[in-house]
């Protein structure tokens, strides 16, 4: 199945998940409730009023979901850490008996040849500290440094790469401008703060690993290409506009300790003046990149959808997913080469990639997911196109291992490379998870 140009020796090839997607047991062994164990409450909030109390019941089945990793012949396994499980109140005491599960965790995938990928913040911040303003608050860089700071000093000797934040443009953006995700709030006035916190957060954490660990640390963006649907002047400026919303917004700070000047036109006087100082640490030299990538974006523009005045609309002439979101191959190359440009030097993790789709119901043992397959293939072919010119690229992680609890959406999404039923828990490989096992084993054997 390896053609003429595998991928390098050495490549980390994994899958990934996220706490409250999975875990669920949300409360249990003295763990203070999330932001979204509260969303889920809040009527509407989510469909068919899901929520992720039992998600794949992760906190209990860990051990046979290990099996399942290793059975897929996977290198690593990308997960998160549930903030309120090791520090219920968010700042101040630990509880020891969420942190052992972190531990057991840890031990349970080395000693079967996996290394884990620990993102510290998969959107679940604690309630305790949402009541304290959550990172509208100036003090949530620090409340976050001193969350991972435990966790270093944990689990340090057993990991090897460590993600500060998962996605800080869609928490901000769905979490604090749109409200359709945890904890629920829209205006004008929070999102730039939030993203600014989030970032001194990122960097406050990132030199506390300097002091502490001795791995390797980064961040996960979630990157598209931005392609305007026409060439009226409109579409392509909205396109430009989508770009630095999406893409520049967090990398440009963290790459270039400035954030790009078109912000200040999309939020207008919602803008603050951020201190200089604060942008000089978000600068702060990173081990690499996770770049998390899903569709394109196709952006015409559109004044009633503010502040951005730009859309994403759904091509119908097109394949996508259950989500609505093109299957667009290409956009990988091209946002991994556009990464080459802008940091030549900085090694890049795909730490998230994966496909929706309404799979069939277990037949026989197997789930038959023919256009995940296809969307794996393609999406590998991309990553290696990228390879070959040049990119820095060091690992691949499939979201997600299972299906899961898709936040907003509930359980209709499915990402799993694994079925997961969720009145049983019984999990079934897709054809899918066996296309990816037999994918790796041929780039070992090459
Ligand atoms: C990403 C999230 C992940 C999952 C996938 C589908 O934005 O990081 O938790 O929801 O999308």
């Known amino acids: 199945m ?45 469909v068919n009023g899901e929520t992720g109390d039992r998600a794949c019941d992760h906190y209990g089945r860990w051990r046979a979901d290990l099996e399942v990793l290793a059975e ?22 630990v509880n020891g008996k969420g942190l052992d599960f972190y531990q057991r ?20 911040l604690p309630a305790a500290l949402d009541d304290r303003g959550g990172w509208c608050n100036p003090d949530s860089p620090r409340w976050f440094a001193d969350y991972a700071q435990v966790l270093f000093r944990a689990l340090d000797d057993r990991v090897g790469h460590w993600v500060t934040l998962n996605e ?29 916190h989030q970032l001194c957060a ?38 430009v506009r989508r770009h630095a919303f999406i893409n520049r917004w967090f990398l440009d700070p963290i790459l270039f300790g400035r954030y790009p000047t078109a912000l200040a036109d999309i939020f207008g006087p919602a803008w603050p003046d951020f201190p200089d100082a604060d942008l000089a640490r978000i600068q702060a030299p990173l081990d690499f990149l996770g ?40 956009g990988l190359t091209e946002t991994l080469l556009w990464l080459k440009q802008r940091c030549p030097t900085l090694p890049i993790y795909i730490t998230e990639n994966g496909a929706a789709f309404d799979d069939p119901d277990p037949v026989a043992g197997l789930v038959q997911d023919p256009r995940r397959v296809d969307y ?21 992680f499939a979201w ?22 969720f009145a049983t828990q019984q999990r079934t490989i897709k054809a899918s998870a066996a296309f990816y096992r037999a994918f790796i084993q041929a780039q070992r054997d090459a």
């Not at 443009?169 to 999102?191: I, Q």
């Not at 794996?376 to 691949?396: F, K, N, P, S, W």
């Open 400 to 421: 997600s291992l299972l299906d899961n609890f898709e936040w907003s959406l509930g359980y209709a999404k499915r990402f799993g490379l694994v079925h997961v039923d």
């Open 105 to 124: 965790l840890v031990d349970g995938l080395l000693e079967r040849g996996i290394q884990p990928m620990i993102t510290l913040y998969h959107w679940d």
């Open 72 to 93: 897929l012949g996977l290198d690593a396994y990308r997960f998160s850490i549930a903030w309120g499980r090791v520090l219920p109140e968010g700042t101040g005491r």
């Open 202 to 239: 990122h960097a406050e954490a990132v030199a506390a690993y300097r002091a502490l660990g001795c791995h390797q640390i980064g961040i996960s963006l979630n990157l598209e290409p931005q392609h305007a649907v026409s060439d009226t002047a409109a579409d392509q400026a909205a396109a």
């Open 2 to 46: 390896a053609d003429d140009h595998p991928f390098p020796r050495g490549f980390l090839w994994g899958a990934a998940t996220s706490a409250y997607q999975v875990e669920g047991s949300p409360l249990a062994d003295g763990a203070g409730p999330s932001i979204w164990h509260r969303f889920t409450r809040t009527p509407g909030a989510v």
């Open 376 to 396: 794996l293939r393609e999406h590998l072919a991309a990553a290696r196109l990228a390879l070959e010119q040049g990119v820095d690229l060091r690992g691949y």
């Open 168 to 196: 800080p443009w869609v928490s901000t953006v769905l979490g604090y401008l749109s409200g359709d995700h945890a904890p629920g709030r829209r205006g004008l006035a929070e999102p730039p703060w939030v993203a600014h």
């Open 291 to 330: 770049v998390n990538y899903y569709s394109r974006g196709l952006v015409c523009h559109d004044p009633a959808e503010q502040p951005l005045q730009a859309r994403r609309i759904t091509p119908n002439d097109r394949p996508c997913t259950a989500m609505d979101w093109e299957v667009y191959p290409a």
